[in-house]
């Protein structure tokens, strides 16, 4: 039996209003080369300048992640030819990189796992090519984009274990609002190192890297077929050679890029341009004091202090627009398995079918509770109070209002129910020979004609105890 080891090498694109080194704008384009200065072509003398902002992005993902921050951070220059790669070298930190030595905590299969983060650290993205026929054409939109690359410790040893970390990664980016993430657009993608280890040894097996893998999907396709071939050689006596791959995603396959002989010498050196920068602690603690609660910790609470089940709570916490909706709900006194249960179903239900974000949502927070108080008052029943849910926020108006203007109210005094229930049994004689002669379910009938008759407001549990209590006199 063989164990995988897995480590990652996340870039993420951060959100920016301009490049990392350049003003030229960080923003999609339909026009190619439209957003470029002469830093981001490399042309002779150019001198770049650090952006500010993409630096205070980082430092909040590199607290989020609880990395030490150092004191200075540094850039060097990595050094390689590409036609993406317009300068020559790419500025990236290598000595004295944004963040070190943090973790993420994440939640496999009910199960909690820390997984080490090496350094997180701030670079800038190539240029695009576009590949047509026997040409390549070039896009320099994306050269210079600021892009945080996030080094894994090699500590991860399931598929399920990758993908939850990606997941969790991406959810703080999200969190943070510093990359919109978005795997579609290639603003995260993945560098992934595996190897395998024989059972019960502490030593790692030789690792094979496989470069820019683009989906969740794919790094969970990619470590499969990887793990699979890696078995298939040390099973038959054979060894791992020490080498970068690239993932097919048509043939679901690995294949070899360059072995470690044909590894590429970077030779890193300071970026003269840019001068080691002081991080003030007091900027640390500003920033620091900006993070808002990240999923973990909200997962964590809503579970032990609010009971809810993990499957719910993780919906909640999906976006954070969405737990602090549930958590204003709470604010306004809402039972928080109610205020869970209305939101994880019918108000879900409504954004994903017309595809609008809560904070574009018509029902407030108040709205909610109002709602929430109405059944809990008994005033309706959660049935009606589903219907007024949906007729809410189809029509824009809110429950209260509904109900007024809809004459929706519950039955539920006793003699009222009891005086319908009379009824039924009066249209329906034969009723109580039947139930005695074994026909049991009659009383879902009868209930059911009581909840016709009263058009739903009969409140169900009183009307089936009092059908029940009169079937029985005989
Ligand atoms: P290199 O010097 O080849 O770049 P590093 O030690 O810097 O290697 O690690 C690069 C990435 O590879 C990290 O994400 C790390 O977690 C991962 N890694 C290192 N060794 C292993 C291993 N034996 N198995 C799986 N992943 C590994
Ligand atoms: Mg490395």
């Given at each position: 039996?063989y164990?995988?080891?897995i480590g990652?090498?996340v870039?993420?694109?951060l959100k920016?209003?301009t490049?990392?080194?350049?003003?030229a704008?960080?923003?999609?384009?339909?026009?190619?080369n439209?957003?470029?200065a002469t830093?981001?072509?490399?042309?002779?003398g150019?001198?770049p300048?650090?952006?500010?902002y993409?630096?205070k992005?980082?430092?909040?993902?590199?607290?989020?992640?609880?990395?030490?921050?150092?004191e200075?951070?540094?850039?060097?220059?990595?050094?390689?030819?590409?036609?993406?790669?317009?300068?020559g070298y790419?500025i990236?930190?290598?000595?004295?990189?944004v963040g070190v030595?943090?973790?993420?905590?994440?939640?496999?299969?009910?199960?909690?796992?820390?997984?080490l983060?090496?350094?997180?650290h701030l670079?800038?993205?190539?240029?695009?090519?576009?590949?047509?026929?026997?040409?390549s054409?070039?896009?320099?939109?994306?050269?210079g984009?600021?892009?945080?690359?996030?080094?894994?410790?090699p500590?991860?040893?399931s598929v399920?274990?990758?993908i939850?970390f990606?997941e969790?990664?991406r959810?703080i980016?999200?969190?943070?609002d510093a990359?919109e993430?978005?795997?579609?657009?290639?603003?995260m993608?993945?560098?992934?190192?595996v190897?395998?280890?024989?059972?019960?040894?502490?030593?790692?097996?030789t690792?094979?890297?496989i470069?820019?893998v683009?989906?969740?999907n794919n790094?969970k396709?990619?470590?499969?077929?990887?793990?699979?071939?890696?078995?298939?050689?040390?099973?038959?006596?054979?060894?791992i050679?020490?080498e970068?791959?690239?993932?097919?995603?048509?043939?679901m396959?690995t294949?070899?890029m360059?072995?470690?002989e044909?590894?590429?010498?970077?030779?890193?050196?300071?970026?003269?341009?840019i001068?080691?920068?002081?991080?003030?602690?007091?900027?640390i603690?500003?920033?620091?004091k900006?993070l808002?609660t990240?999923p973990?910790?909200r997962?964590?609470?809503?579970?032990?202090?609010y009971g809810l089940?993990?499957?719910?709570?993780?919906i909640?916490?999906?976006?954070k627009?969405m737990?602090?909706y549930?958590e204003?709900?709470l604010?306004?006194?809402?039972?928080?398995?109610?205020?869970?249960?209305w939101?994880?179903s019918v108000?879900?239900g409504?954004?994903?079918?017309?595809?609008?974000?809560i904070?574009?949502?018509?029902?407030?927070p108040?709205?909610l509770?109002?709602l929430?108080?109405?059944?809990?008052?008994?005033?309706i029943s959660s049935?009606?109070?589903?219907?007024?849910?949906?007729t809410?926020?189809e029509?824009?108006?809110?429950p209260l209002?509904l109900?007024?203007?809809?004459?929706?109210?519950?039955?539920?005094g006793?003699?009222?129910i009891?005086a319908?229930?009379?009824?039924?049994?009066?249209e329906?004689?034969?009723?109580?020979?039947?139930?005695?002669?074994?026909r049991t379910n009659?009383?879902?009938?009868l209930?059911g004609?009581?909840?016709?008759k009263?058009?739903?407001?009969?409140?169900?549990?009183?009307?089936?105890?009092?059908?029940q209590?009169?079937?029985q006199?005989?």
């Amino acid at each position: 039996m063989y164990v995988p080891t897995i480590g990652l090498e996340v870039h993420c694109e951060l959100k920016t209003n301009t490049k990392n080194f350049s003003s030229a704008a960080n923003a999609y384009s339909e026009i190619p080369n439209s957003n470029l200065a002469t830093t981001d072509l490399g042309l002779p003398g150019i001198l770049p300048v650090i952006n500010e902002y993409g630096v205070k992005q980082s430092l909040k993902m590199a607290l989020a992640m609880h990395c030490e921050i150092p004191e200075f951070m540094t850039f060097e220059r990595k050094n390689y030819f590409y036609p993406d790669l317009p300068k020559g070298y790419q500025i990236t930190q290598f000595d004295q990189p944004v963040g070190v030595n943090g973790y993420i905590m994440i939640n496999v299969n009910g199960e909690d796992r820390k997984v080490l983060i090496h350094d997180t650290h701030l670079e800038e993205d190539t240029a695009s090519l576009d590949h047509y026929g026997n040409y390549s054409l070039i896009d320099y939109n994306r050269a210079g984009v600021p892009l945080l690359e996030t080094v894994t410790e090699p500590c991860m040893h399931s598929v399920e274990e990758a993908i939850a970390f990606l997941e969790a990664l991406r959810n703080i980016f999200l969190y943070c609002d510093a990359s919109e993430a978005r795997t579609d657009r290639g603003q995260m993608r993945c560098d992934v190192n595996v190897s395998l280890a024989q059972e019960g040894m502490q030593e790692l097996g030789t690792k094979v890297e496989i470069k820019n893998v683009n989906s969740f999907n794919n790094v969970k396709d990619a470590i499969i077929s990887e793990v699979r071939r890696q078995t298939e050689i040390l099973e038959s006596g054979g060894v791992i050679a020490q080498e970068t791959r690239r993932y097919d995603e048509n043939n679901m396959c690995t294949y070899s890029m360059r072995s470690k002989e044909d590894a590429i010498d970077y030779k890193y050196f300071k970026e003269p341009n840019i001068p080691p920068i002081r991080i003030k602690r007091d900027w640390i603690e500003e920033i620091q004091k900006e993070l808002p609660t990240f999923p973990y910790e909200r997962i964590t609470k809503y579970m032990e202090v609010y009971g809810l089940s993990r499957y719910d709570a993780t919906i909640l916490v999906k976006e954070k627009e969405m737990a602090e909706y549930f958590e204003k709900t709470l604010d306004e006194g809402a039972d928080p398995k109610a205020a869970s249960n209305w939101i994880t179903s019918v108000i879900l239900g409504h954004m994903n079918k017309y595809e609008i974000p809560i904070t574009k949502l018509f029902l407030t927070p108040k709205m909610l509770v109002e709602l929430i108080e109405l059944v809990t008052s008994g005033k309706i029943s959660s049935k009606q109070a589903k219907e007024v849910l949906h007729t809410s926020l189809e029509q824009e108006k809110s429950p209260l209002q509904l109900v007024e203007e809809l004459g929706i109210k519950q039955i539920e005094g006793d003699a009222e129910i009891t005086a319908i229930v009379n009824e039924v049994f009066a249209e329906n004689p034969n009723a109580k020979a039947e139930y005695q002669a074994g026909r049991t379910n009659i009383v879902d009938f009868l209930v059911g004609q009581v909840m016709k008759k009263t058009k739903g407001q009969a409140n169900p549990a009183m009307t089936r105890k009092i059908v029940q209590e009169e079937i029985q006199k005989g």
